[in-house]
């Protein structure tokens, strides 16, 4: 079987070597793209420059007609296909977002498309990519993560022939990805100080970066991953891409097990070293050996993520996806220098109503305002009521109760979710809680009973 990670593989089905990823290139990608793409918006965010002391805008990729930027990378793509290769058709393998551009650049040019989900894709991307597709795609649905699907992918492509569109893995849809950087720069009129990439398979940091360093080469890069699935990171520690045991799929987005060879060729000639720790300050002026603004890799919790998706819905009504919230919510997790000009990347926009609920809960965990406890309760009237008045503080709140009467036992085990009108009230809680005859455990976030109960 073809390992989808490796792109070179599938030269022997086009008719011309894969170009190498370059500004050049990247240019070229931004001229293909101009007829059917418009440029996104770059957008000066008036609280985000508050809360860091520099001025940060937001490059609105939400706002392209798939609603994140991979619509990029698979139009550059299948558009450079020869005619033989158009009438053998596309497969792709995508989270969601992917797909819809893959979906959209099918349509677009009439050629049909397979395209290979994880069953975890919210029900709304995989409606958008129907939509996008019509009669051009067929969507199927395989395995839990992206990594499933994409093997899925590979076993289709070695057995009808077609043409493989990567979502990542490959120097042209890498290209086609790094044109949100030509366009930012243009927008922009002057050198960004920094730039903050979001990071799954590595192939927008790999475009963006590549046309950065050529382009804009005192600009610092940041590149950022979700905690649960720190594939880049671990790959340019190990010095080559490697494959996590296990992932955090709830970034959809960007819950990758490993990136790309391509992304990788391209990150680890980036320079600077690989600095993922996040009290480490980020110096704008910091130098490469190479004479090249910074880089470093920063992995986010993916609680602090779903705060950010929850305050740019709340004070700008921007509705990010998480894998599109990464960038702003790295703002609060690095030291910036005052006045410094920083361009966040917001992705995509492609989120799942439904999925609020879970956004809310963990930002509530991140943010240290929602705990959970095994509490036992005397098998006696009024034991709840102590509880109310002896633990529960002033301001605090219970969000969940599920009890279990035992019978012949003095006391009856109870879940009990407690939503705290501050940070700051855990501990009292807590002391209230070994003070009182009722006896409570706390559940510790990470532990596999919090992994059972989330």
Not at 43 to 71: I, M
Not at 391 to 420: H, M, Q, S, W
Request: glycine share 10%; hydrophobic share 40%; charged share 25%.
């Amino acid at each position: 079987m073809v390992r989808v990670s490796d792109p070179l593989a599938f030269a022997e089905k086009v008719s011309t070597p894969l170009p190498e990823l370059t500004a050049d290139e990247i240019d070229a990608a931004a001229k293909r793209i101009s007829d059917i793409i418009e440029p996104t918006p770059l957008q000066w965010n008036a609280r985000l420059s508050a809360l860091t002391g520099a001025e940060v805008f937001l490059k609105r990729e939400d706002l392209t007609a798939v609603r994140s930027y991979k619509l990029r990378g698979a139009f550059n793509l299948i558009v450079q296909l020869t005619d033989a290769e158009r009438a053998a058709g596309v497969v792709a393998a995508s989270a969601g977002n992917h797909a819809q551009g893959v979906a959209f650049a099918c349509k677009s040019m009439g050629i049909k498309g397979r395209i290979y989900v994880p069953r975890t894709t919210p029900k709304q991307k995989r409606d958008r990519i129907r939509v996008h597709g019509g009669e051009f795609v067929e969507l199927i649905a395989v395995g839990d993560t992206y990594d499933a699907a994409a093997t899925a992918a590979a076993e289709d492509v070695r057995r009808t022939g077609a043409t493989m569109v990567p979502p990542f893995d490959d120097p042209r849809t890498a290209a086609g990805q790094g044109t949100i950087a030509a366009e930012f720069l243009e927008q922009l009129g002057r050198t960004p100080d920094l730039v903050i990439v979001p990071v799954g398979g590595g192939g927008c940091l790999a475009g963006v970066g590549t046309y950065l360093r050529e382009r804009s080469p005192a600009t610092a890069i940041l590149g950022v991953e979700p905690g649960g699935a720190a594939s880049m990171t671990a790959a340019l520690v190990a010095g080559g891409p490697v494959t996590l045991p296990e992932i955090d799929p709830f970034v959809d987005g960007a819950a990758v097990r490993r990136i790309g060879a391509v992304p990788y060729r391209a990150v680890s000639r980036f320079g600077g070293g690989v600095r993922s720790h996040a009290s480490l300050p980020l110096l704008t002026t910091t130098e490469t050996d190479s004479g090249a603004g910074s880089f470093r890799m920063l992995h986010i919790d993916e609680g602090a993520i779903c705060t950010a998706m929850l305050e740019l819905y709340q004070s700008e009504g921007v509705v990010a996806e998480p894998a599109g919230a990464l960038s702003v919510a790295a703002l609060r997790e690095v030291d910036i220098e005052p006045g410094a000009t920083v361009v966040c990347i917001l992705s995509g926009g492609n989120n799942d109503v439904s999925r609020y609920g879970e956004v809310i809960e963990r930002s509530l965990v991140h943010r240290g305002l929602k705990h959970y406890f095994l509490v036992d309760f005397p098998q006696e009237p009024g034991a709840l009521r102590r509880f109310l008045d002896e633990v529960l503080g002033p301001d605090d709140d219970i969000t969940l109760f599920e009890y279990v009467k035992r019978n012949n036992r003095e006391t009856g085990a109870a879940l009990v979710g407690i939503e705290l009108g501050s940070p700051d009230g855990l501990e009292s809680l807590i002391k209230r809680m070994d003070e009182s005859p009722i006896r409570g455990e706390r559940l510790e976030p990470g532990t596999p009973a919090y992994r059972y109960l989330t």
